[in-house]
Each structure stands twice: as structure tokens, then as C-alpha cells.
């Protein structure tokens, strides 16, 4: 996402940004974006890696909420072009050294679904020497991070942790939003009523005016139950039964 469509979120990329020239510049840092589903955690750091690419290498390590396939270190080998060595060890040293190659700002995203073996590279990789040419950026689902709890204890004790936790969009960025997806400013009335249904959820927003007509005055008459619209992606599982029209199309984002 380029970060001209990234609404109300310009101090937020600007954190990403200073922590990324602070890499260039020999000293290492993290940054842990958490939030709810939906509120733009990936898109932020989307948006950050468009104004740093060609800066700095950007390296993604994606998590995913696998079961029965999950194998250890599968995110980290995902994103290693070459083999990682099976011992454990060794793969820490190779990941390290893929890292020291150029300044890098190292994405991890999902964090909260990483499994333990991905979780202690990580955590090799955060303790190493502070003057390093990188930043690692990790994204971090809130309320999903029970089983991380206790590794991130630990990670923000470790010198050049920050933490940075997104909040909704107030209705000033709503509208930003709205007007970047219909290429026009919408009424104002448009704009509250979508803020009041979305919460300032950018990825509720998004769905509610999917095929919605610039020039309404509002949404079109409530396509769920009034309990609905505030409810983030990952809230789903507590809804009320009657929502389950509006929750079969929340996919996660
Ligand atoms: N600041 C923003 N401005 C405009 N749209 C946004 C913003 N943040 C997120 N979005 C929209 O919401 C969707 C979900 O965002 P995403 O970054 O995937 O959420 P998360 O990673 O927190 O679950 C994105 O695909 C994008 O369309
Ligand atoms: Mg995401």
C-alpha cells in the first residue's frame, strides 16, 4: 500500500521510517506494531517499506495460523531463498548472516502466530550486537498473544525495543480513507455514518462501502444487525448468531 492511501497513520510510518535510517546508520532497532484485525498493521508497514525500498532491503518473514502443516521454522524458511541448516544453531548463524548481508529492515508478520523455533531465531536475532545495519518491524495481533506472552516479556527487556499499538481511525482519517477508495470527497453524512458502523476499523470501512454509490447520503439500510458494525474481524467467534451474514464475508485480513 503506497502511503498516500495510508490514512492518519503518517506518525506511525514516520516511526518505521526514523527506525529504518537509524539501521543505516549502524544502530539496530525493533518496533512491535500491535492492534485488533483489520486496523492496518501490515498496510502500515506496507506503506513504510514503499518510501524505504530503495534504501534499504526489506525482508519479509510471514507468519500463518497453521495446524496440522505447521513445521518449525516454516515462516523463516518461506523467506530464506537458500536451504537453512537443520541444526538449530547453525540456522540461527545463517539467518544472522543472511540479515548482515546489507542494511535490511527485517518484517514479521503475524508474530503471534510464529511457532517456537521461528520465536527463538527471533529472539537470536533481537539480542545480537546493537550496532548492526537493521530494523526488525513485527506485527502482532492484539489479543492473540497469549502464547507469546511470555517471549515478549523478555524481547522488550532487550536494548532498542519500542512498541507502537494502533488505534481506530478517528473520523478526520475515516474520511480520508473514503475519499482515496471513491476518488472523490463523500458527503459528510456518508462519512458518519460509515465511521459510526466501522468503529474506525480501516478494514471494516473497507467492507461497508464496497459497491456503496459515492453520492449516498448513507450506507444502504443495515446489511447486519445493529450489534454487528463494531465488532473487530477477530471478534467473530463471540458474535450473536444473527450477525452470521455480514461474518461470512469478514475474511481476515
Ligand atoms: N491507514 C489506512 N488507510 C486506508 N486503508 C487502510 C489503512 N489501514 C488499513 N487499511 C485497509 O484495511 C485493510 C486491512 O489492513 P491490514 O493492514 O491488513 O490490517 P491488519 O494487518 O492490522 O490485520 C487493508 O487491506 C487496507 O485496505
Ligand atoms: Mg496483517
Redesign the pocket.
Known amino acids: 500500500?503506497a502511503p498516500s492511501?495510508?490514512?492518519?497513520?503518517a506518525a506511525e510510518v514516520g516511526v518505521l521510517v526514523a527506525m529504518a535510517e537509524d539501521a543505516l546508520r549502524g544502530r539496530t532497532g525493533a518496533l512491535f506494531?500491535s492492534?485488533?484485525?483489520?486496523?492496518?498493521?501490515?498496510?502500515?508497514?506496507?506503506?513504510a517499506e514503499h518510501l524505504l525500498a530503495d534504501k534499504i532491503t526489506v525482508r519479509w518473514i510471514r507468519c500463518l495460523p497453521l495446524t496440522a502443516l505447521a513445521t518449525p521454522l516454516l515462516p523463516v524458511r518461506s523467506a530464506l531463498s537458500a536451504p537453512l541448516p537443520e541444526n538449530g544453531f547453525a540456522a540461527m548463524r545463517a539467518v544472522d548472516d543472511w540479515l548482515a548481508q546489507r542494511p535490511t529492515l527485517l518484517v514479521v508478520?503475524?508474530l503471534q502466530w510464529a511457532d517456537p523455533a521461528t520465536l527463538d531465531v527471533l529472539m537470536y536475532v533481537l539480542a545480537g550486537e546493537p550496532d548492526r545495519r537493521l530494523a526488525v518491524a513485527a506485527?502482532i495481533?492484539s489479543g492473540e498473544e497469549t502464547t507469546l506472552a511470555e517471549w515478549l516479556a523478555e524481547a522488550r527487556r532487550l536494548p532498542g525495543v519500542a512498541e507502537l499499538t494502533?488505534q481506530r481511525?478517528d473520523r478526520m482519517?475515516t474520511a480520508?480513507?473514503l475519499t482515496?477508495?471513491f476518488g472523490r470527497i463523500p458527503r459528510d453524512s456518508l462519512i458518519d455514518d460509515v465511521h459510526a458502523r466501522s468503529g474506525g476499523?480501516?478494514?471494516?470501512?473497507?467492507l461497508l462501502v464496497r459497491g456503496v454509490d459515492p453520492d449516498a447520503a448513507v450506507l444502504p439500510a443495515p446489511m447486519f444487525p445493529g450489534a454487528c458494525p463494531n465488532l473487530a474481524?477477530y471478534q467473530v467467534a463471540a458474535a450473536p448468531a444473527g450477525c452470521a451474514v455480514f461474518l461470512s464475508w469478514v475474511q481476515?485480513?
Not at 5 to 9: H, K, V, Y
Not at 201 to 206: D, F, G, K
Open positions: 500500500m492511501d495510508l490514512a492518519g497513520r506494531v492492534g485488533e484485525a483489520g486496523i492496518g498493521k501490515t498496510a502500515l508497514v506496507r506503506g508478520d503475524d506485527t495481533r494502533l481511525l482519517a480520508e480513507q482515496a477508495a476499523n480501516p478494514y471494516l470501512t473497507s474481524p481476515f485480513a
